[in-house]
């Protein structure tokens, strides 16, 4: 087909596609509506009619038995005419067990009465009646009682007017014997009645739908329901003609299209052709000052400048891979991961081209996770871009899980995976891992501790954790640690080999980048850490009680720390050894952990000594805070392997001191002393107990009065400065409920 057939056929394609599949939904879609609503007032309207006669036949039934109870013969007739008077009934026939009429009231309908209690009715049917048995009181049988309604044309406009609908009644041949509908379309209605078949809907030539209901049990008449259709009249051909007429215009619009810009598009082929197989000298004549003239010379222009940019991008990318030694030894010297993630990132991008690429870490459950991205705008697989860690990739699913579970780069083009895999979209693409330099053992286990948080004031609203937090290292088999991935390059189908190697450059950049910020990462937890315990060390609970001190101050606070010292643990050392009395140290460290909160500072001051600060929590609350601890470390003895390597169990107390800052001291070695000096108070007091520490003589503050009706301050907190009595009337932040628990340890 020729250029000027395919366009034209493109068009009419485009343009009638739609407008067809449009008019066809828009006619479905009517006929669906229409036909569903139709259904549902059908089914409203059997129902309705199940209902009315089952009424109907309740209400005979009970005339009926009001009748049969009546113990008296001579009063039956009385009692069948009250029934019919009341309205209950339109007759009451008394039967003997022969068969003989004892009794009727006048004016019943004619027969034959239609048994309510009947599946089905065996002729016209004219009353619908309810019979039941006549016992004497000896229960013998008398005959029988029957109640009847006439079923006539008054019957079924009601049965029209309760559910909504046209409602027809016919006798056994399939006749009409009654109905609501008009002459004109009773004779479809009947036709399409014929073919309905239990609950099915059938419709009419002229748009009306119909339902037969019964006959069933417990509803013997055998009854057809219709509605009309509500679409519009002439819909279809409305539509028709509406395709018609954008048929017509589309062609006369694809022909005129196609004859203007056949030619100047073939020779713009042509000449695009050549500058695919490297022809850059590739020129097309302008021939017209329109829009296809502009192209053709913006084409020559292009294909100009594109040799002289070509030449300029390879001289500067062969002084970008020289220098790309520099910039890994500079990228190694610092410790801001994030920083130098994105920098690797960005040198990547300018040195290859591409329009966009992002750098994918694994954390500890085997997953991918974006650390940094740059130019995914509209690629990204979930609604947040500008959180790059919305894009995690699991290890083996797609382009990204495949480089990091083998440890292989891929390139080519992209194929998008079903289900998806949560990986950006693009058209070329090419992945590279990254691994640990050799030598490298990964560090760390499933209860290192954290960063230290950092001095600020963050830790004073109790939004974030100040103590060490345990974290996980991935150790996949192919020893990767993340990918480096880049996307979409202009000028090119697919990224080369060349863009390969240079990508793997960066990536060994960012590989000695993430070990030298791990390396650091772990050095910095050794130095502040008990390597015992896991809790923080003395050299961070000097540098911690500085800045709670501080903070406590500005904020007009209160802190309370607790030394805690284990009874008689030299006994435990002795008895059972240093291993179980390690085994003592590190469970008793965790049972610390899971009593106080997120914000609680703990620390392993030395050998059984161990320290515990409670920012913004008065005496009271700090005394409750050793009453369970205390009871947590003696109610529990402590399992520990005895030497004949049965476990045992150790009973273990432990004697706390409690001081308060500023009530018992100025600054916070003053505070840590008073709390030393409480600690002694109980050993001396028979130990497994708390004391707090007594007021400084003369006391550092001035205690301030509060009346009994005093309010307290709008955050509830302790301020600080408010004597003995103060905090125990006023309370703290763990004077009320439980405190939130640490997650470790519990």
């Known amino acids: 087909m020729t250029l000027r057939g395919r366009l034209t056929a493109a068009f009419l394609t485009v343009v009638l596609g739609p407008v067809l599949l449009g008019a066809f939904f828009v006619g479905s879609t009517l006929s669906a509506v ?264 913006a084409f020559n222009r292009m294909t100009r400048e594109t040799g002289s940019y070509v030449a300029a991008l390879t001289s500067s990318r062969d002084q970008l891979r020289g220098h790309l030694t520099v910039l890994g030894d500079t990228l190694a010297s610092t410790h801001d991961l994030q920083r130098i993630l994105r920098v690797i990132l960005h040198s990547a991008i300018a040195a290859t081209g591409a329009r966009a690429g992002a750098v994918l870490l694994l954390d500890g459950d085997g997953v ?30 797609g382009v990204l899980g495949t480089v990091a579970a083998t440890g292989e780069p891929l390139r080519g083009r992209w194929e998008p995976a079903d289900p998806p895999t949560g990986e950006p979209s693009c058209e070329t693409y090419v992945a590279v891992p990254f691994a640990a330099p050799r030598g490298a053992e990964p560090r760390g286990g499933p209860d290192r501790p954290g960063h230290p948080p950092a001095d600020d004031d963050a830790a004073s609203d109790g939004s974030s954790s100040a103590r060490p937090t345990a974290r996980r290292d991935l150790e996949p088999s192919s020893g990767a640690l993340g990918v480096l991935a880049l996307y979409d390059r202009p000028g090119a189908d697919e990224f080369d080999d060349g863009d390969l190697v240079t990508l793997r450059t960066f990536a060994g950049h960012a590989a000695v980048a993430v070990e030298n910020v791990r390396v ?114 003696r109610d529990q003895p402590v399992r520990v392997e005895g030497h004949t390597g049965e476990p045992i169990a150790v009973p273990v107390t432990v004697s706390i001191g409690i001081a308060v800052y500023p009530d018992h001291a100025a600054g916070g070695q003053q505070v840590l002393d008073a709390a030393d000096d409480a600690l002694y108070a109980a050993k001396a007091a028979g130990r497994d107990g708390y004391r707090l520490a007594r007021a400084p003589d003369p006391v550092p503050t001035q205690e301030i009065p509060v009346v009994a009706a005093a309010v307290s301050p709008p955050d509830g907190l302790p301020r600080a400065g408010a004597g003995d009595a103060a905090p125990v009337a006023q309370g703290g932040a763990s004077s009320g409920p439980h405190p939130p628990r640490q997650s470790r340890g519990r």
């Open 34 to 297: 229409d036909r569903g609503r139709a259904t549902e007032r059908l089914g409203l309207a059997a129902a309705g009619v199940r209902t009315s006669v089952d009424a109907l036949c309740q209400q005979l039934r009970a005339a009926a038995d009001a009748v049969a109870l009546v113990a008296d013969p001579a009063a039956r007739p009385r009692a069948a005419d009250q029934v019919v008077g009341r309205g209950l009934a339109a007759a009451v026939q008394i039967v003997d067990t022969a068969g003989r009429t004892t009794y009727a009231t006048l004016g019943g309908p004619a027969g034959p009465w239609q048994d309510c209690a009947a599946d089905a009715a065996t002729g016209p049917v004219r009353a619908l009646a309810a019979r039941v048995r006549l016992r004497d009181p000896a229960g013998a049988d008398l005959g029988t009682v029957a109640a009847a309604q006439p079923v006539d044309p008054a019957f079924v406009a009601r049965l029209a007017a309760v559910t909504g609908v046209e409602v027809t009644l016919l006798d056994d041949p399939g006749r009409i014997t009654h109905t609501t509908e008009d002459r004109e379309v009773r004779a479809a209605v009947l036709a399409a009645a014929r073919e309905a078949d239990g609950d099915r809907v059938t419709d009419t030539a002229d748009g009306r739908y119909v339902r037969r209901v019964g006959p069933s049990p417990g509803q013997p008449l055998p009854l057809v329901l219709s509605v009309p259709g509500e679409r519009p009249p002439g819909l279809y051909a409305a539509l028709v003609g509406a395709v018609v007429l954008a048929a017509l215009l589309a062609v006369l619009a694809a022909w005129r299209l196609a004859r203007v810009t056949t030619r100047p598009l073939v020779e713009l082929a042509g000449a695009v052709d050549r500058v695919a197989h490297g022809d850059l000298t590739a020129r097309v004549p302008v021939r017209s000052r329109d829009e296809i003239g502009r192209l053709a010379g």
């Open 368 to 397: 991918l996770v974006g650390q940094c991205a740059e130019g995914l705008d509209g690629r990204w697989p979930t609604g947040d871009p500008a959180d790059p860690a919305t894009l995690r990739v699991p290890v083996g699913a």
């Open 520 to 633: 650091h990462e772990e050095a910095q937890r050794l130095s502040l850490t008990d390597p015992l315990t896991g809790l923080w060390n003395y050299r961070y609970l000097r540098e911690s009680i500085r800045r709670e001190v501080e903070r406590a101050n500005r904020f007009g606070r209160m802190l309370s720390v607790l030394a805690l010292d284990l009874d008689r643990f030299k006994d435990v050392n002795d008895t059972w050894g240093h291993a179980a009395g390690d085994a003592v140290l590190v469970e008793f460290a965790r049972r610390v952990r899971g009593e106080i909160r997120e914000v609680d500072l703990a620390f392993r001051q030395g050998g059984e000594e161990f320290v515990v600060l409670l920012p913004e929590t008065d005496a009271r609350g700090a005394t409750i805070v050793a009453e369970r601890l205390g009871s947590v470390v």
